[in-house]
């Protein structure tokens, strides 16, 4: 079965400093990939997509930036951490025809 | 704005009503979906229901589609206190993979 790992769960950084969140995807091949952030416990926004290997799309200007060095690896980048990064970030996967799948998300404090 | 919008932002219930979520969007869909997320924890899929279809069940959810006035409802009856959640609606664009996310309605169920 497909499964998705993103990880840490919490993280508290500085300003400044730089960040790397992972997610991995099992149990599929070529998956579409996608980075989240989710404000305040409400609405998710888009910040990333990517439908295969080094191929990566922004939806949004902003001080991060993804990577998919593998197939079923996603990492989401910041060299210098604004405290406007806060906020609960999460991966998800999606095939052709169903649902996306989530991971369980990273709650990310910049101070 | 791409952005679904949902009504009502919040709502409670009494375990054992039907809990109502309203959901509109702006563009062509080729499908939407619903999501359920519990606090500080990642998405999961509840239904999808493509553009061609007008109502869908599973278990005690009821979705249903308006593609005329770009509306979607999800039905959830004989709601339990486990049901206290946040549900999202999110819909694919028939231009590509990119699931576009409501505000959320946090669903509160007393028991």
């Known amino acids: 079965s497909q499964t998705i790992h993103q990880w840490p769960a919490t993280l508290v950084q500085p300003v400044g400093s730089p960040l790397s969140l992972e997610c991995t995807v099992e149990?599929?091949?070529?998956?579409?990939l996608y980075w989240y952030r989710q404000a305040a416990g409400r609405g998710l926004q888009l910040l990333f997509y990517?439908?295969?290997?080094?191929?990566i799309s922004s939806e949004v200007p902003q001080n991060l930036s993804a990577s998919r060095p593998q197939d079923r690896q996603f990492i989401l980048s910041s060299k210098k951490l604004l405290l406007s990064d806060s906020g609960f970030y999460l991966c998800?996967?999606?095939?052709?025809?169903?649902?996306?799948?989530f991971g369980s998300g990273t709650r990310l404090t910049v101070v | 704005s791409q952005q679904g919008e949902e009504d009502p932002q919040a709502l409670s219930i009494q375990e054992g009503e039907n809990a109502t979520m309203n959901c509109s969007y702006k563009?062509?869909?080729?499908?939407l979906q619903w999501y359920r997320q519990n606090s500080g924890r990642g998405l999961v899929h509840l239904i999808l229901?493509?553009?061609?279809?007008r109502e869908k069940h599973s278990g005690r959810l009821r979705v249903t589609l308006d593609t005329s006035k770009k509306s979607s409802s999800l039905l959830i009856t004989a709601s339990r206190a486990a049901d206290t959640a946040s549900y999202f609606c999110?819909?694919?664009?028939?231009?590509?993979?990119?699931?576009?996310f409501g505000q959320g309605t946090e669903l509160s169920v007393k028991p």
């Open positions: 990517s439908v295969g290997i080094g191929q």
């Open positions: 998800a996967w999606s095939g052709q025809y169903y649902g996306y799948t």
């Open positions: 229901i493509r553009s061609n279809e």
């Open positions: 563009t062509s869909i080729n499908n």
């Open positions: 149990g599929t091949s070529n998956p579409n």
């Open positions: 999110a819909f694919l664009g028939n231009q590509g993979g990119k699931l576009i």
